[in-house]
Structure formats: structure tokens, C-alpha cells
């Protein structure tokens, strides 16, 4: 199996290199990375991994600023990304960080980090098919957090 | 016939057993499930289930946060379930629940729990043909809370 | 010529029967109808009766709600009714009623009557052909509400 | 060359009709207009024109009502016309006016009309070639009031 | 390899030009330009230039105004030109700038020459491959702006 790995120069952290080293650790697949300028440039990278290099799930990484024309931006990254998995029928996990989502450099670090890592075994899971994460469906798992468990009645 | 059911490790309630019980208690349809990550991987999922599967009908279940880019995200995983359903020419009923819909805990699995089985039967109902559901026409039901009914004048 | 009707048991009126009623009164051509849950199971079902059964045009009746979420749904729903026109090169007439548009339940009965019925002949007009409006080009035509006609000066 | 016009009889001023006397004026090229009701209805009018009457290029007019709905409307009416033009690879001019623009109904109708015959006159430039504007490129120039011109340092 | 260049009458600086001459003090490309009335237009010349010219990769120059409308259009103008990339499996480079992001007429001209630039220069690494700029990846990098650099801790 392939993994496409497209990040970008934009972002402030090596994303990738986390998600790079989980897939790593727990498998043999083949990489594949395409490094582009900002997160605009992901969906159309991705698909070039998906169809071009054959890639069998890509993940997408990139860093949203705090302002609304970020957040504007963000949104049609995130719209591209969708469109793309139609075209080729293959996921690609959005592993997007949002910079107001931290207080200090050190908390946007380990959310990058922890969702980077999380989102890579999230990928290694999706290729072993449909039903590898029911076995957590529903129990408030998060990516760049800690999981919230299921809902405590 | 046979029933696509998406569902996320995201949720904090296991939506997909309630839909799935409501189905096998009123129909012998197969049901084919997949579990992602998140509701962003919800439209792929669902359109490989209608492309690969050969399901007949998809349900995408799906919970979203409170917070302004959340709603973006459900924007964006909405889209992309509209999209795949044009694609395919198959239904993909999106069974989404926002946990700012309800005040407590018990609500929220109230409504999920009521959407869920509601939306299964939905989903049988389309099964049988295009004006099964004419019955009920502008009749004002509800998935999720009580149906408030046709429109007194 | 063939005319498709979707609409939703969503609706708390039922508006496909107003424009069926103006269909049959200046038209002798078939209708097909399609009953869906929501709004957002509109832009499918009218895909399929324009590619599956073969209508000439749809018509697709909904209803909103008046909180920000049902606005996103409402365009979410619009956007696949756009996207399912440009598939198919076949008028998709959107006949949404947005319950904030009444003071009233008698004023929301009105405007969903009214705009239903009009744009039932507007679909009628769109079957003869490309310019059979024009002589109505730029006179401020409503539907749901009076007509506010050309701009004085 | 022939050129396709797509207006609706929502507008409440006939900005087609400017346009096509610019186009008359200026060229020797074909005309087919089509009416339809809103501007909603434009963009698979426009897809129809370049489709089956084979246009070369499209302008499709429009006006936006002042409040958050109209808005919603207009963009999707915009999404639309960006995706049919995708899937024709021909322009589409969009000739919107909203009516917030404007403070009264003379200016309004000053706006409209100047849009209208400018952008006819864009048409026809584009229709000569890809570099047929070049020669006014990042000058500046305005549909619907003045140029403001390069800007000054 | 041939680069696509797409701009607009409407922006008050030719942003095209800065990109042109840094293409031409780096590369021997071919360059093949499109100017266009507005950014709603850059969409459909980028895919014209990708596929009726052979473009290997486009620039998307364009220039947004501070009200909400002109975030509205440039937000159409952005989803198009991802899906024009997902269509062609090309790369375009959307160099927008909007006039809010800058307090004087110095100011938006400096950020406009240095985008155009930084992005013609991103435009030449993509070309040469998927790694070209891997080794940028996460570094911080801006157009338009300086660099902020990795993230210190």
C-alpha cells in the first residue's frame, strides 16, 4: 500500500514528519510527499498522489491563520479536499491545525503534533477496510486533543 | 436490497446501532458499514458504499460540535454528501446531530437516538419507490423531536 | 412533456399539491412525483427524475426554518439543486418557502400557495422554449409575493 | 461568433437590453437570448446556451435583492455560473447588480445600464482572443460606475 | 514547460508583470497569457490556458475590494479555481490580494509585487517536482509578507 503525504511551506511545523514517523513505526507502506506553497495548493496535490503515484489514501496537512479571510480560505481548502475524494474514491484525511485553536506556541505544537500522529493511524486503519474502526464508533475520539469517551448518560 | 451505513470514532453516541436495529426490525435489507474518522470522511465513505458495495441507499450519521468551525466543517461534510449523492443518483441521508441542539445529555441522546431510527425507516421507505412517502407530504414530520404536523390556519 | 415534482414531508404545507392543481389546469402534460424527507434529499430526487424518468423539468418544494443552521442547510440544498441543472442541462425551479418571509401562519399559507402556483406556470413557459419569457425580461416578477414591476424613473 | 444572453424577469430593469444594443453596435455577431425566472435559473440557461445553441460566450444577467437571504441566492447563482463555465470552457460574463449599490432608483438604473453595455463590450474583446485586454490589464477598470484607474504611488 | 498567466482588468496593479519578469530571470519557460475582465473570470482562463494551450501549471492574479460582496466574490472566484484544478490535475496558484490587507497605496503595491513574485518563484519549484520544496515544508514561509519562520518553542 501507498500513503501521500502533501503538506505545505506555509505551515509553521513540520507536520508531515510526525504522521511520516507513526506510519513508520506501525507499517511498511510505501510514501509518497508532495510539499506545495499553502493549503489551497493541497486538494489538487492530493489528487495528483491519488492518481498519478497510485496512492491508495493521502492526508492532507496544513495551518489556518485566526482571521476571517483564513477561516474563508480554510473552507475552500477543505472543499477542494472533499471533491477530491469523489473523484477518486480514496479518503484524504484533512489534518488541518487552526492557529487560534492554541493559547501558547507550545499548545499549537503538541496539537499539531498529537494530530498528526492520531490522523496517521487513523490512515493506516482505513486501509485495512471498512469496518477496522467500528469497533470505536461513537466513543468521542479526538485528534490533537484528548477523546471525550462516549456520552455519559 | 441493501443499506450503506457511515458513521465516526468522532461522535460521542453510537448512532449507527440505533439506525441499524430499526432496519433489521422491519426489514431483511444487507447492510454494509464503514467507520471513518471524522464527518469530513462521511461523503467518500458513503459514495464507496453506493460505488463499491453496491448499496442502494447510504446514511451518513454525524455529530458537530458548537463552535463557529464546526459549523464550517458540517458545511463542508454536507456538501460533499450532496455532491456524492449527484454523483451516483442514490440517496445519502444525512443523519447529523449538533450538540447545541439540546441542553443536556440526555437530551442530545434523545435526539440522536429519535433521528437515527427515524431517518432508518426513512431510508426503508425510500427503498420502496418514489411516492411512498407522498402520504406524509408537507405533513411537517420531524426526525429527531416530535413531528409539529401540518399547518393550522 | 413531463414535469417532476419532489418534495418533502419536512414542509408542514403541502405545496407540490398547489402546483400540480396549476399544472393540470393549463397543461396536459405528465407528472411524476417524488416524496423525500428534507430538503437536502431534494437535488437527488429530481436528479433522478430528470435522468430516470425522463422529465423535461423539475420543480423542487421546500421549506426553512428561520435559525442560521436551516440557512446552511437551505443552502446546501440550493447548491446541489444548482449542481444537479448543470448535470442534467434540464431547469431545476427552486420553490422555497423561508418560514421568516410570514408574520403569520395565514401569510406563510399564502406566500407557499402563491409561489408554488406561479412557478408551476413558469415551468410551463420554460417548456416552450427559450424566449417564451422574454417579453416579461426585467419586469419585476415575484413569486410569493405581488409583482413589483419595471423601475421607474 | 455567436453570443449567448441569459436574463430573468425577477430584475426589475431590462439590463439585457442594453447589452445587446452594445453588442449590435459593435459587432456583427449572433444573438440568443433566454428568459427564465430568476437568477437562480441563469446558470443552467447560460450551460444550455453554450451547450445546445452552441454560444461561444455567455453573459448572464441578474439582480440581488438588499437583505442576508438575497446574498445567499446570489452566491449561489455565482457558484453556479463559475461551475458551468468549468464545464463548458467558455466565459460566462456575470452581469449581477445588487441593489444595495445603489442609493436611488436612478442610480441604480445608471449602474445596471453601464454594467450591461461594458460588459458587452468585454464580451466582445474576449471573443477576439486572450490578449485582446492584456493591454488593460491591472488598470483598474470598473463595470457599473468609473474606472479608478493604475494605482498611484 | 509552459506557465499560464491569468489577470484581470479590474485590479489597479499589474501584478502579472512582476511575475512574468521573475519567471523570465529564472527559467526559460514559455509563458502564455490571458487577461480577463474580472477574478470571477480567472477560473475558466486558467483551465482554457491548461487545456487548449498546454499550460503545465497557471497563475491566477487578482485583486479583492473590502466589503463583504467582494469577500463573497473572491470566496466564487477561489472555489472555482480549486475545481479547475481538480479538473485538469494542474496546479494554479491563486495570488489574490485583498485591498483591506494593506493601510496605504505603498503598502498593497509592495505586497503585490512581492506575492506575484514569491508565487512565480513557487510556480518554477513545482514544476521541477513533488519534493522541490519539501525541504520549506513547514518553515513559515509567506508572499506577499516576510517569512515568520518554524515555530520556536
Request: hydrophobic letters at 40%; glycine letters at 6%.
Amino acid at each position: 500500500m501507498k500513503i501521500g503525504i502533501a503538506d505545505t511551506t506555509f505551515a509553521n511545523i513540520d507536520m508531515a514528519k510526525y504522521a511520516i514517523e507513526a506510519i513508520r513505526k506501525n507499517s511498511k507502506h510505501e510514501i509518497a510527499r508532495y510539499t506545495v506553497p499553502g493549503f489551497k495548493d493541497l486538494a489538487v496535490a492530493c489528487k495528483k498522489l491519488l492518481d498519478d503515484d497510485n496512492c491508495d489514501i493521502a492526508m492532507a496537512f496544513g495551518m489556518a491563520g485566526p482571521m476571517p479571510i483564513d477561516k474563508q480560505c480554510s473552507h475552500e481548502a477543505s472543499l477542494g479536499i472533499q471533491q477530491a475524494q469523489l473523484m477518486t474514491n480514496k479518503h484524504i484525511l484533512e489534518v488541518f491545525v487552526h492557529t487560534d485553536e492554541a493559547k501558547t506556541s507550545k499548545d499549537l505544537f503538541e496539537i499539531a503534533k498529537n494530530r498528526s500522529e492520531k490522523h496517521a493511524l487513523n490512515a493506516l486503519a482505513l486501509l485495512k477496510g471498512k469496518t477496522e474502526l467500528t469497533k470505536f464508533a461513537g466513543t468521542g475520539r479526538r485528534q490533537g486533543k484528548e477523546d471525550i469517551g462516549s456520552l455519559k448518560l
